[in-house]
């Protein structure tokens, strides 16, 4: 049985209150904290830096809080973001001089790494740093922006990486972003992922005083895939 992990993002979140947008999806069942990193020159977007991380921490945050760096270049960023308390830093390829090197300096930094792969992307990378890198993240959608639909043609990428993963023997989880919802999850499941970063999924939902607003989408998310298993 894997071991199926949600990823929130909060790109989606409420920003006003973003420390208590992560503890109450948290208490609802999520798994990872996901960041989405945007530097408006990598992709076309702005979003938030180590300044946000390091918060969420004194904060008291203590799930696992996962990096995704759409930034370029990366190496100069990555320590930042380890000092402020990211657990896993997974980068795009095509941001890195010298992607082993970049893969290092995460490890070395206290972190978990990992490779981002878009969806016009090819696995080549993967050839000769499998035994560098501790997350694999397929995009689902092209970055740069929440809320868009997932692409179908991911369903198969998701189960090349798999086998990859599987034939390997090394202890890589298989992550996906974009799109995600209680409607495909299981699908997505299926082809091979093990982590799923969904924003727009999870906190789009209707926003009150009810610290428990996120319960039903979460056990709807965690009931399919138990359900699939």
């Not at 530097?39 to 977007?45: M, Q, R, T």
């Not at 702005?46 to 991380?53: A, H, K, N, Q, S």
């Amino acid at each position: 049985m894997r071991d199926y992990q949600i990823a929130p993002s909060i790109l989606a979140a409420d920003f006003a209150k973003l420390g208590e947008e992560v503890d109450n999806v948290l208490a609802s069942g999520a798994d990872i904290v996901h960041f989405d990193v945007m530097d408006n020159h990598y992709v076309p977007n702005l979003t938030i830096g180590p300044l946000v991380c390091e918060a969420l921490r004194n904060h008291g945050v203590k799930a696992p809080i996962d990096v995704h760096l759409m930034v370029k270049p990366v190496d100069r960023i990555i320590p930042d973001f380890a000092s402020a308390g990211a657990s896993y830093i997974t980068f795009h390829p095509e941001a890195s001089e010298h992607i082993d090197r970049s893969l290092a300096l995460i490890r070395e930094s206290g972190c978990r790494s990992g490779l981002v792969f878009n969806p016009a992307t090819s696995l080549n990378y993967l050839d000769h740093v499998l035994d560098k890198v501790d997350m694999i993240l397929l995009m689902s959608v092209n970055p740069g922006f929440g809320g868009q639909s997932f692409i179908p043609s991911t369903l198969d990428k998701l189960r090349s990486v798999r086998q990859i993963i599987d034939d390997s023997g090394f202890d890589i989880r298989l992550e996906v972003d974009g799109g995600v919802k209680v409607d495909n999850i299981a699908q997505i499941a299926q082809a091979g992922a093990d982590t799923f970063v969904s924003g727009s999924g999870i906190f789009s939902q209707a926003r009150d005083d009810d610290p428990n607003r996120y319960d039903s989408i979460l056990k709807k998310m965690r009931d399919v895939l138990v359900n699939y298993v």
